[in-house]
């Protein structure tokens, strides 16, 4: 079974550029997520997905972050304008159940803003 | 609101030692899952043990075991003998919360440095 995708797995920026990433979850898995990991702390969740409805966005910064998942399938996130502090690595994760009891994750995007 | 601390930023120490990675949490749900998850240089987050809160049985797999205190809110990972494969930051999680809002809150990780 392929696990989840997600590209590019780098990406550099300047400041006030926009960008985008993708995420193909595992087949069949309905709840998708998007988490940003700033280095040395944990992973903190962005936006969850259950199909192509939002579940959760509430930590999703607004004014410059956005994200869909159309079709219920692949999702993308974008950032416009990037900042200096959205340096971090974008973690998607996909899940077979709503309940997030077992999170499968990509091997993430590491961004760098500069 | 849930929360979960890993006061131990790094740990170093030599091949074959044991060494016990330390998670304490907070949550006003009874009904909660925990879980460690491992992520290596390579980035990706490597799913190691879900536990839900009825269940405190003490779990051993492998070279793994890790020790759940309902009483001290604690979730404690313990490796024997390490090997330098073991290398990488552990992080401790916590879900709570019913229904489809159930999310992960993960604490800030233990960088765990196996000397050769």
């Known amino acids: 079974e392929a696990g989840v995708a997600q590209s590019p797995r780098y990406k550099i920026i300047e400041k006030r550029q926009s960008v985008a990433f993708w995420c193909n979850p595992i087949?069949?898995?309905?709840?998708l997520y998007w988490y940003q990991q700033i280095l040395g702390q944990g992973p903190k969740l962005l936006i969850q997905f259950q199909n192509n409805g939002v579940v959760d966005d509430s930590q999703l910064p607004k004014d410059r972050f956005s994200a869909e998942r159309l079709k219920g399938v692949d999702s993308t996130l974008k950032i416009q304008p990037a900042k200096l502090e959205d340096s971090a690595v974008y973690l998607c994760a996909s899940s077979l159940e709503p309940s997030g009891v077992s999170l499968d994750f990509g091997p993430g995007t590491r961004l760098t803003v500069l | 609101a849930q929360k979960v601390t890993q006061a131990q930023t790094e740990i170093s120490v030599v091949e074959k030692e044991d060494v016990t990675l330390d998670c304490v949490y907070e949550t006003r749900d009874t009904t909660y899952y925990l879980f460690w998850y491992k992520q290596p240089p390579s980035g990706e987050l490597v799913f190691l043990i879900r536990r839900n809160s009825f269940d405190e049985q003490n779990e051993i797999s492998g070279r793994y075991s890790w020790n759940f205190q309902k009483s001290t809110s604690s979730f404690n990972f313990t490796i024997t003998a390490s090997q330098v494969v073991d290398s990488a930051v552990y992080f401790c999680a916590l879900s709570e919360g019913g229904g489809s809002a159930r999310q992960l809150t993960f604490g800030s990780g233990t960088q765990l440095t196996v000397l050769p």
């Open positions: 087949s069949g898995h309905a709840t």
